[in-house]
């Protein structure tokens, strides 16, 4: 049972968490997902117990989300916790009120796995990971096993920091002027597959030691090098699937970036920025080597904390605009899904977020045996991709809403191999037939 003694008060959505409640879809559930294969065996109860204390320590992820006239908002939601089965579908839709006894998120297990699925509004990527992280060290304590300090790892007992719980949105907002931009409509593969809301992976394991030497030689980073494969992937989808090249259209990705170390923020709330980067096949056809160039000089030229601040000033501008600001919530809905269709979903192709490398502590690393990230895709962009590496291994997520068509990963794949990248490929799909 829980009796925690945070705070009664009500907690706004950040900035970037606003957009997730009203756009939430069947075939868009804004959730995501992280979990660890161990090489020890998971008690569910003794699970429970962990999450139990980890959850005194993230208060703000201890919450409910409710509808209020003007905004959604946060309140601390004191139900018991659960931990669920696994289920062969990651990144399903939780329900605000029926999904998960009205927590945000799930914490699920195998007899080797510890997962967690978030809603995308009470977090990003970095704060489940140190959710994440915190609740794997603390199931191994209570199973007698001894794991050593990190940075990543917050210890239940210890201080929670004012920081961890601000929306890092307004403390680095600064007023700017013609701040929306609008890039137009981007290539979108089409519904010529039926629909599914179970969503269907194909994973790929890569050793990163291969990645960085191919990345490397071509002088670009391993998120970059992906970045470049998944254009030139749905650069030939098109190209074989469009017969007219006056209707070809401009093939872009989506990239996610953390910019905590850009600012200095110390949030474990959202505090993401999405950089689109693409080319405008409508000039002609780009072969590798120059998708790589135009990748490599977009993502570089838009990572910097005052190319970014124009995105965080329209996140916080859209926001504090009178129409949307004091509409009531019946009129904003419409208006915030038309918000993100026109600077979202609508002006991007695919997107694949990449957390990086995940260092282990001491006690952990030896138990833990891979690391899995998993994004929802959305009925526009019917396939996403997401990226983490641990123990010398990169794992490529792919997940789609096409019940049997996979073109899209198998173009990437294959392109990898040919390169000279071996790539470990398993999946939940009953076959990979086209």
Known sequence: MRNSAH???????????????????????HTFRLS???????????????????LERFPYFAVELHRGFYWYYFLPNKRPLAVYPDAPYPCGYIHRKRGANR?????????????????????DGTGALVFL???????????????ETDDQILLPGTPVKPEEAEDSFERFYKPLKAVFGFEGSAYHMPVDDRLTDDIQVISARIAIADLKRVSSANQVTITEYLVAHLIDAMQRIQETTVKNPRRYKPIRVSVPVN????????????????????IDVRLGHYEFDEIMKQVMHQMRSEVNDKTL???VA??????????????PLVFKNPLMKLFSDTYGDDTYSTTISNIGNVTLPEGMKEVVDRIDFH????????????????????????????????????????ALVEKGIPVEVATNRKSLEQ
Do not use: W
């Open 7 to 29: 705070s009664e008060e009500l907690m706004p959505l950040d900035n970037s968490a606003i957009i997730y409640p009203p756009t939430v879809a069947r075939f868009n559930t």
């Open 36 to 54: 660890m294969d161990l090489t020890v065996e998971v008690n569910p109860e003794r699970l429970l117990t962990a999450l139990e204390h980890v």
């Open 103 to 123: 927590y945000l998120f799930k914490v699920r297990y195998t007899k080797s796995r510890i997962a967690v699925e978030f809603f995308h509004a009470l977090t």
């Open 133 to 147: 992280k915190s609740l794997v060290a603390e199931y191994l304590k209570l199973s007698g096993l001894s794991v």
């Open 259 to 278: 910019i905590r170390k850009v600012f200095g923020a110390k949030s474990l709330r959202n505090f993401t920025l999405f950089i689109v980067v693409g």
């Open 309 to 311: 601040s124009k995105q």
């Open 314 to 327: 329209r996140n916080v501008a859209g926001r504090r605009h009178p129409v949307i600001r004091y509409a």
């Open 375 to 414: 994004l929802s895709p959305s009925k526009t962009n019917k396939v996403s991709c997401a990226a983490i590496g641990a123990k010398g291994f990169l794992t490529l997520n792919f997940t789609s809403i096409y019940t049997h068509k996979t073109i899209f990963e198998m173009e990437v794949l294959r």
